[in-house]
């Protein structure tokens, strides 16, 4: 299958924002932890909405992190599914 550039750059920032948005998850776990200066619930969500819903999603998983908190149990997943339509449109 053959990529246009709209694709391309499509899979390109959501591949790009998913590793931010996994790492962010990570080190935020590892400031809890050690109870230092933590990432911004509000940045984490961004994150996740302007791509980065795979990554996010995993690393909540993956750090065990916010997995209690509904309200990213709710928006991570809604993030997810907007940027699986987005995809869909892209790629149709």
């Known amino acids: 299958m053959h990529l246009n550039t709209e694709q391309s750059i499509f899979l390109l920032w959501v591949a790009a924002l998913s ?5 962010l998850f990570g080190f935020d776990k590892e400031k809890s ?3 230092a200066w933590r990432i911004s619930e509000r940045t984490l969500l961004l ?3 302007l791509g980065g819903a795979p990554g996010a999603l995993f690393g909540m998983n993956f750090f065990r992190h ?3 908190k509904l309200k990213f ?5 809604l993030a997810l599914l907007l940027w699986a339509w987005l995809a869909y ?3 149709q």
Do not use: E, W
């Not at 590793?19 to 790492?23: D, K, P, Y």
């Open 19 to 23: 590793c931010i948005s996994f790492l």
């Open 66 to 68: 916010k997995t209690q």
């Open 89 to 91: 449109q892209v790629f």
């Open 73 to 77: 149990r709710i928006l991570v997943p």
């Open 47 to 49: 994150s996740a909405f």
């Open 33 to 35: 932890r050690r109870h």
